[in-house]
């Protein structure tokens, strides 16, 4: 059964360093997501992205904060300058069409200390 | 802004008693999904519900979708141990760019 992948599961960083977290979309899809979970709270939309450019975003993905589909099959998410409140999981969705359901990566745990 | 509220927060039963769980919104949208989230990882999607009154059912898991499209429920007959875990649901609008609305999430524990 096709699924989103995520790699890594588990990434700690320092403080200011930039991290990449990576998504491998279901290979059909169109429509690519980035969501995060800070722990014991709720799923909370970052940026939806589609036919080669954000769509949209939401508050949380300031500056700091850039997606990237650099080949056929990746889809990225670089934090330029981690801060501490930046640690949580953070997951991958997406879809085939705009009307249908998305499907959800296992996740990266990015921790920041 | 969409919001969804989802209640009960936390749910504690018996083994083979039923249970149902509310997802609200003052919102209309245009599909809303099910999810089960397991410690550490990410949702996986139960089911989508898109017509308004639709009523969807997998296997002990009887999902509703309101008449206006703003509500959802999930009901599950005769909980087993392995239903416990952390239930969201998530609204989408289609001229939304499609991302998805998330509740709080469902904490059920079932006891054998």
């Known amino acids: 059964e096709p699924e989103v992948t995520q790699t890594p599961s588990h990434q700690v960083t320092q403080m200011g360093q930039e991290v990449i977290l990576r998504c491998v979309p279901i290979?059909?899809?169109?429509?690519f997501y980035w969501y995060r979970q800070i722990l014991g709270q709720k799923v909370e939309f970052l940026v939806s992205?589609?036919?080669?450019?954000?769509?949209?975003k939401s508050e949380i993905f300031d500056d700091q904060f850039s997606v990237e589909r650099p080949d056929g099959s990746n889809f990225t998410l670089k934090i330029r300058s981690t801060k501490l409140e930046d640690s949580a999981m953070y997951f991958c969705?997406?879809?085939?069409?705009?009307?249908?359901?998305?499907?959800f990566g296992q996740g990266t745990r990015l921790t920041v200390v | 802004t969409q919001l969804l509220e989802q209640s009960p927060q936390f749910l504690s039963i018996q083994e083979g008693e039923n249970l149902t769980v509310y997802c609200n919104s003052s919102?209309?949208?245009?599909?809303l999904q099910w999810y089960r989230q397991e410690p550490g990882e990410g949702p996986v999607l139960l089911v989508t519900?898109?017509?308004?009154?639709e009523v969807k059912k997998l296997k002990r898991l009887t999902f509703q979708f309101g008449d206006a499209r703003k509500d959802s429920s999930l009901h599950i007959t005769a909980a087993q141990p392995g239903d416990t875990g952390l239930y969201l649901c998530?609204?989408?609008?289609?001229?939304?760019?499609?991302?998805?609305?998330f509740g709080d999430g469902t904490t059920l524990t079932v006891k054998p």
């Open positions: 290979s059909n899809h169109l429509y």
């Open positions: 992205f589609y036919n080669n450019e954000i769509s949209e």
């Open positions: 919102s209309v949208f245009s599909s």
């Open positions: 519900v898109v017509t308004g009154g």
């Open positions: 998530a609204g989408a609008v289609w001229t939304n760019a499609g991302k998805s609305t």
């Open positions: 969705a997406s879809r085939s069409t705009e009307n249908t359901e998305a499907f």
